[in-house]
Structure formats: C-alpha cells, structure tokens
C-alpha cells in the first residue's frame, strides 16, 4: 500500500514504486523488474525525536520453494551512510518509463554493503524473470554507491532536505521496528546477508532445487521427513495366529489401530512417538507457510486493490477537471463576446459624443465671446466711473485746502 507522511519532520513512506541504479564494471545498472504486474517498492522511515531512520527496498519474487511471491528486502542501515543527496535531475529513460511521473532521486554512498533480508527458504527461482531480479539484487547488493529513484509525490523538498541533513551531521541509528527479524514474514523469521555475501540458487534448468544446488549456495536444505532408513527399526512381524486375528480386526482409520494397539493407559511406542514429532514438525511448518503465504497474498491483494482505485481516482478526477476546464472555457469565451460588444457599443456612443461637442465647441465659444466682451464693457465702464469720482474728490480737496490757505493768508504791502 503506497503511503507518505510527514509530521514535525518526522517521515514515513511506504509502497513508493521504485528503480536502483548502479556502477558494476563501468556499466550503469538498472534494477527493474522485467514482470509488468510486478513492482520493487521503496519504504523509508526516519523519526527526528529519537534519532533513528530505515531505508528499504522490497523486491517480489517467484520462489520454487513457495507458491506464492515471496519478499525479498534490500535494507540499508543508517550508521553505514557516508553520505545522501536528493535531486530532481532529468532521469534515465528506462527510470522515467517505468515510474511514469516526476521523479526524485535519492543517492547513497555507504561504508560497507548493504544488507539483504530473504525469507528462511531456499531462494530457487521459480523462472527467469525472476532470476534476472536476484541476479540483478545481488549485484547491487556488492555495492557501496547507488541511487533509488521514487515519485516526487511521495516525499516533499523540505523533507528531502531534512532527510540528507540528519544523515550526514547525526548519528542516526536503525529504527526499532526494522531491527527485528523474527516478525517478519507473517511471525516465521527471516534471514540476514551482507551484501557482498548474498547469493542464490541459480539452476540450468526449471528442475527442482537439489541439495547439491543448495550447499553450493550455502542453505540449508528446507526441513523434511527424515528417509526410510532413518527411523528406528520396525517391529518384528505379527506371528501367524496374531497376523490373522490383527487382520481380521483392523479398523478402517489408522488412528483407531493405533490406539487399539495400546493398552489404555500405555504410552505409545518409540516409532509412534517419532512419526507423531515428525508430522507435529510439518504441521507447525506448513502452518507457518501458510500464514506466511496468507499475510502475501492479503498484502498484494490490498496493494492491487489501491491501485485501482488510485486509477479510477485519478481517471475520474482528470475526467471531471476536463469537463470543468472546457466549462470555464465556455464561461470566458461568452463573457469576452460580451465585452467586445459592450466595447462596440460604448466605442459608437463616443464618435456620436465627439461630434456633439464639436458642435457644442463652436456654440460655446461664441457665447463665452460674447459674455467676456460684455463683461469686459461692464468692467471698463465701472473703472471709468471709479477714476471720474476718484477725479472730482481730488479736485474738491484741492479746492478746499486752496480755499483755507487764502483764506489765512493777510497781505502786508510796503512801499520803498
């Protein structure tokens, strides 16, 4: 199930379909897997509180040792990052072909392999795709500088950058919930590699797994019955009288002779004790497969089960927002019609109103001609009559202090 969070700088991905490349013998690499209905998948955890980070990749496979795809993980310990950049370059081809949207790159550079983490079965491919996929893990496996590509949707640049910080300036420890094998897969534990120690059974032919193909790849052979000459010595024959009674007597079901040869109360005989181990052994590991195989097969059902919906999700939406973006269209090609007749209109009732004032100028300016020139006659005639009274009072004071100074003037004549 593809999932992303991010909280306080807190990260947690999960499902995030994914493509390794690598360097081996100055050829770039690509993990990918060839099955259409398959996808390698990328988890990553980091919680900033505690200091303590996981990197995963999870690889499906077709074992001959199980019916179902088992799980393979590619596991990266975060005390072995030297260092990790982010990036959002153009990407290769084969990348971009299988991801099929933005993609963000994430690129390590370890101090040693990373691990690898397989189921505790023989790890026999079923067929040749997926031996190409183990071929092609464990070649990745050897080495120390990859980079995993995953869609940009699931992780955000401020996250990224969080992430490759606290890599390199902290010393940031493997998450708890990773460093447990014994829950995985379904409670029936799981077996640690070093990269550069991993391999698998890689037989000619689609025969099955053999024990030589097994030591040859180091692993163990899986549990089974042990053969006939193992178990311990069966009892001497029934004598003659007792094989005819024995026979005349037998039951049906095995388990009612088996009782029936005991007396109640006796405890059962050494073979029986040991058959019952046996298959007490091969129930208790069928069961084990069979939850194993039921946790799979429930976790690549709700997987597809996502995925379709996340498809009819995304083709319904982009459906919808079509409909909705040819109706805005719509919208705002009547609504611009509309304003370009308004504009007709208005750019028509404007020539009308230029010729009015042009008529109106003319009248205008006669009129106010006329008005200045009678406002003008008007002014003229009031300053006149201001300078004639302004006249007359200066010529009556004249007069007046004229008058007063002969009126005080005396007159003496003298004679010589």
């Not at 719509?330 to 008529?359: C, F, K, P």
Request: proline letters at 6%; hydrophobic letters at 35%; one cysteine or more.
């Amino acid at each position: 199930m593809a999932s992303s969070s991010s909280t306080d700088e807190n990260i947690h991905v999960s499902g995030a379909y994914a493509v390794a490349e690598w360097q081996s013998s100055q050829h770039v690499l690509h993990l990918v897997h060839p099955d259409p209905s398959c996808n390698i998948s990328c988890a990553i955890r980091l919680d900033v509180g505690s200091k303590c980070a996981s990197f995963k990749l999870r690889i499906p496979v077709a074992l001959k040792a199980q019916r179902t795809k088992a799980s393979v993980f590619l596991s990266i310990p975060p005390e072995q990052i030297l260092s990790l950049r982010s990036g959002n370059d153009p990407v290769p081809d084969i990348v971009s072909g299988k991801l099929n949207t933005h993609v963000t790159s994430l690129s390590f550079k370890l101090s040693k392999a990373p691990l690898v983490i397989t189921p505790s079965i023989p790890l026999m491919p079923k067929n040749k795709k997926s031996g190409e996929v183990l071929e092609g893990l464990q070649s990745l496996a050897s080495s120390t500088a990859f980079t995993i590509y995953i869609p940009s949707r699931y992780i955000s640049r401020h996250s990224l950058d969080v992430l490759c910080r606290l890599a390199i300036e902290t010393d940031l420890k493997t998450h708890p919930k990773e460093a447990s094998l014994a829950s995985l897969y379904g409670g029936s534990g799981a077996r640690c590699f070093s990269g550069d120690e991993f391999r698998f059974a890689a037989p000619a032919d689609n025969t099955a797994p053999t024990a030589e193909n097994k030591a040859a790849d180091n692993y163990p052979p899986a549990d089974s019955p042990p053969s006939y000459d193992e178990l311990a010595p069966t009892p001497p024959p029934f004598p003659e009288k007792e094989k005819e009674s024995h026979v005349e007597t037998e039951a049906p079901s095995k388990r009612r002779r088996i009782e029936e040869s005991n007396a109640p109360g006796e405890a059962p005989s050494l073979d029986e004790a040991r058959i019952q181990d046996i298959f007490k052994t091969l129930f208790e590991q069928r069961e084990s497969s069979l939850r194993a195989e039921m946790a799979l097969q429930t976790q690549q059902a709700i997987d597809a089960q996502i995925q379709a919906l996340e498809t009819r999700l995304t083709a319904n939406i982009t459906s919808r927002l079509d409909a909705r973006v040819a109706e805005v269209r719509e919208e705002l090609h009547s609504e611009m019609a509309a304003i370009n007749a308004r504009v007709q209109e208005l750019t028509s009732d404007l020539e009308g109103l230029d010729e009015r004032v042009e008529g109106l100028s003319d009248e205008v300016l006669d009129e106010a001609e006329s008005t200045m020139e009678i406002k003008l006659d008007d002014r003229i005639m009031d300053i006149k009559d201001e300078m004639s009274e302004y006249v007359r009072e200066e010529l009556r004071n004249t007069e007046d202090r004229i008058k007063a100074d002969l009126s005080g003037a005396s007159i003496s004549l003298q004679f010589d």
